[in-house]
Every structure is written in C-alpha cells, then in structure tokens.
C-alpha cells in the first residue's frame, strides 16, 4: 500500500477537506485505533503477530467514509487492487468502530422518539442530511 498519509498530512488544509479530522485529532484517533486493530491481527501459536499498523489504512477508512469513493478510485489512490481495498474496509471498519464506541454519544429512548418524524405518506422516520459544501469541478 502506497503512503498516501504521508503525502496529505504535508498539507494541513487539503487533510482535513479529505478526512474532516485534523492531522492532531487523526493521531489520537490513531493510537485508539491501533491498540484495537493490533490485537485482532492474526497470530499463531508459535509466533505473536507483531506488526504494526500504520496511518494507512485508517487514512483509508476516515477517507472512504468521509468521501465514499468507488473501490477502483481507491485502488489507484493506494496501489493495490480494488478487491484488497474492499477487504480491508471489511476487516478495520469494525476495529475503527470498536476503538470510537466511547465517543459515539447515542440519545435515550425518549430523545430519539422526540427526533422522529411523522410524515402522512412515509409514516415514522429518522432523518439527517449531511451539509458539508464539497467543492466539485464544473465540467467544461
């Protein structure tokens, strides 16, 4: 897997347009992340898995999520083959998520049931719509 961390973190200002974290909030992230990912790495009897786990494939993961590109955009970005790329959303996101879960702040019950809406033809929903401006090239 290509460096790509190290190329974007060279710009603060383009980091955060791509991730929507800061480069000091990626490395808290980071450490939490690692301490997760570290130990569900496969390892033998014989031999710990000691291997590291570098800001790669986290930038992957707060990239993919933030921006959603396709695999094969991806896989350009990062030199390895789309299916490589969808394997390791697969095996880290539930590591990210683990490392994350004191962070995420759910609403009781009664707060959700305040949030929901009631619509005559959709019925009960919940909804939320990202607002980030996301700058795009108009075709020429």
């Known amino acids: 897997m290509k460096n790509v961390y190290a190329d974007a973190i060279k710009t603060p200002s383009n980091f ?8 000091t909030t990626f490395e808290e992230v980071y450490h939490q992340f690692a301490l997760v990912a570290v130990q569900r790495l496969p390892s033998t009897e014989t031999r710990v898995h000691t291997r590291i786990i570098d800001r790669n494939p986290l930038f992957l993961l707060v990239h993919w999520l933030r ?5 094969p955009q991806l896989s350009l970005l990062f030199g390895v083959r ?3 790329i969808g394997r390791h959303i697969r095996r ?3 590591d990210l998520a683990e490392s994350l879960k004191a ?7 009664t707060k959700f049931d305040q949030q929901l809406c009631r ?3 959709i019925g009960c929903f919940v909804g939320s719509i990202d607002g980030t401006r996301q ?3 108009r075709p020429g």
């Open 16 to 23: 955060v347009y791509v991730t929507g974290l800061t480069p």
């Open 135 to 137: 700058r795009i090239q």
């Open 119 to 121: 619509h005559p033809a």
């Open 92 to 94: 880290l996101l539930p």
């Open 82 to 84: 789309p299916k490589q």
């Open 67 to 71: 921006c959603y590109p396709t695999y």
């Open 103 to 109: 962070e995420i702040r759910w609403p009781s019950l």
